[in-house]
């Protein structure tokens, strides 16, 4: 079984990752003029 700790590690780190996909995606689609299209964050 993982420990709590690395759990938590693990689960910064896949945050983490999770945001700089999500900063290229908005880039990606940026360039592609799409960037306002079903944002609900304004």
Known sequence: MLPLEEA???LREAEEERAE???ALQEVLRK???DGIGNAKG
């Open 32 to 34: 592609l003029g799409l």
């Open 21 to 23: 996909a999500d900063r």
């Open 8 to 10: 938590v590690v693990r």
